[in-house]
Each structure stands twice: as C-alpha cells, then as structure tokens.
C-alpha cells in the first residue's frame, strides 16, 4: 500500500489519471482521453493521448494501475482497459489529501495583448477582446452541458460541483469582456458617463 506519509514522486498527469480511474470503472486510454476532455479540461488541462498512455504505462510498472486485453466487436481490434488497483487507490487517496496546493498561475493571452494595446489598432484591441467573449462564452456552454450530463450518475458529484465552478469562471471571462470593452470604449470617448456599458 502507499505509503501512509509521503506522497509518491509522480508527475500532475498521473494523479490526474489515476485520479480518472478513482471512479471505479475500467477504462481504455480513449475513454480516459474523452473523460479528460469532458472534465479536466474544463478547469485544469487535458492530457494528450501520448501522455495518456505514457502515465498509464508508468502507472501499471508502479502496481497502481492493472490492465487487460478485451475481446473486439465484429471489425473492431482488440481493446486494453485499465483500472485502479487497490495501491493506486491508496496513493491517490494520499495525494489528494496530503500533497502541497499549487497555487492557480494565470496566463491570460488576450490580456497580454491588451497589456500592449499601445501597439495596436483600437479596433483590433476590440476584435481580440469580442473572439475571447465568444471563446469564454463557448466554453461556459459546454461546462454547462457537461455538468447536466454528469448529473446523471451519483459517482460524479464532485467533478459536477467543478463543472459548475467552471461554468462559472467562464460566465465571469465572458463578463469581464464585456466590461474590457466598454472600459476600452471610454478611453477613446471620454464624454461617455461612467455607468454606461455601450456593449450592452
């Protein structure tokens, strides 16, 4: 079993598909890359098929993943699965319990061109702020969606809360666009009152 104080050496990317496995279900490096996608991808990242199933390789040869080859349907090639042993339960369980907390680090790409809206046309300062409204708001849809769809199934209730947390977040991107632009709107129309959003 993990040991009972010292988180093992892993990198984020197998927690996170450890962590996907946590769920009980078998699972092969396409579901794990769809479950990702529908879910960490939303808030924290998604790992490619390539570090999918290179964390799952590193993750068997350390005993807390095991895997099995399952019979195809007609046409189809075999298939492996994987699921969590009951060490990567334990490690997992340390992990998220005991680990240190990484601190969220922002990156924020249309902000930096803002940052350098000196260099800009003004109205390609607006176009980059009105394509990341409609990216924030694409991206609310789909959290949205996809918390609606995990509510289904019990087992997910704590990915459905970081769902909606990222429904959230992006309702805020998609305001904060809003406001960006309307800030950037009084700066080259100063005669507008202060409370007056034109984007609205």
């Not at 998604?46 to 349907?73: C, D, M, N």
């Not at 809206?117 to 849809?141: D, K, N, Q, S, V």
Request: no cysteine; hydrophobic share 40%.
């Amino acid at each position: 079993m993990a040991d009972e104080e010292t988180v093992p050496a892993l990198p984020a990317t197998s927690w996170a598909v450890l962590g996907l496995l946590s769920f009980g279900r078998e699972l092969s490096g396409y579901d794990l890359k769809k479950w990702s996608d529908r879910s960490l991808g939303l808030f924290y990242w998604s790992p490619s098929f390539s570090q999918i199933y290179s964390e799952l390789k590193r993750l068997e040869k350390a005993g807390y993943t095991g895997s099995r080859l399952v019979a195809p349907e007609a046409g189809a090639r075999d298939k492996r699965v994987y699921r969590i042993t009951d060490e990567g339960l334990a490690a997992v369980r340390l992990w998220a319990r005991s680990a240190p907390l990484d601190p969220p680090v922002l990156k924020h790409g249309p902000m930096l061109r803002l940052w350098l809206g000196h260099l800009l046309e003004p109205e390609r300062t607006r176009e980059i702020l009105a394509a990341h409204r409609e990216y924030a708001e694409t991206m609310r849809l789909r959290a949205e969606a996809d918390a609606a769809d995990a509510s289904a199934d019990e087992a997910w209730a704590y990915p459905r809360l970081t769902l909606t947390w990222a429904e959230r977040y992006y309702t805020a991107e998609r305001d904060l666009a809003d406001a960006m632009l309307a800030d950037i709107e009084r700066l080259e129309r100063p005669e507008l009152p202060e409370g007056e959003n034109p984007w609205h």
